[in-house]
Every structure is written in C-alpha cells, then in structure tokens.
C-alpha cells in the first residue's frame, strides 16, 4: 500500500496496481473540524451522503451492494455505516467497507477491503 497525507493530516492508504483508496484514516481531526458552527446533520442525511461517497469511490459498488450486508450506528454523535459480506468458511476477514462521520458532516474513516482481491 502507498501512503499519502494531506496538509490537514489525513492520512490515505492507496492499492498502488488500481489507484483506489483502501483506508483514509482522518481521527486527529476529531473534535476540531466544523464543531464551530453549531451545524449538525441527522442520520438520515449522513446515510444519503455515505451512500453517494461509496458509490464515487468504489468502483461496481452497485453490483455488489445486494451481496453485503447494511447496518449503521451511532454514538455520542459519532455514526458507522458499514456493509459487510457473510462469513466465509476458511477466510481470514469478510471484506466490508465502513464510514465514520460526524454529526457535523465530517469523515473521519473510511475502508475498503471490498476493492482489494
């Protein structure tokens, strides 16, 4: 994997044979982005914007999304939704793909081992 980091600390981990990004990993940045403004988002419209990021960013999501299950939960504020396959016999770890928000809107995790083979 290739690392990357932007100039507010995110950190993106990139298959570098496909270019998509498996991990982006933004938790130094909890606490701090867009609290300021008062502004928070109900689930229901973080879930709509979880589901266009994941539909941008992992290529064939749709035809694979029937296969994975859907399941999302909250925190203090802090929400995961993740879809994951069924245990398979003899594999090490179901691939899934999961995105944590804030109520404020902000990503702060996302992973993709759906894309990785």
């Known amino acids: 994997m290739d ?3 932007d100039e507010e600390g995110r950190q993106f981990y990139v298959e570098p044979i496909t270019n998509i990004v498996v991990e982006m990993d933004a938790r130094s940045l909890l606490g701090i982005a867009h609290q300021s403004d008062g502004f928070t988002q109900s689930k229901t419209q973080l879930e709509e914007k979880v589901r266009q990021f994941v539909q941008g960013v992992i290529p ?3 035809s694979v999304e029937n296969s994975l ?3 999302s939960r909250e925190k203090e504020g802090i929400f995961f939704f993740d879809w994951r396959e069924e245990n398979i016999e003899g ?4 691939r899934f793909i ?3 928000m804030t109520s404020y809107g902000d990503m702060f995790a996302f992973y993709n081992t ?4």
């Open 91 to 94: 594999a090490f770890m179901p």
């Open 3 to 5: 690392l990357y980091r």
């Open 60 to 62: 064939g999501f749709a």
């Open 69 to 71: 299950r859907y399941e």
């Open 114 to 117: 759906v894309s990785i083979r």
């Open 98 to 100: 999961q995105v944590g």
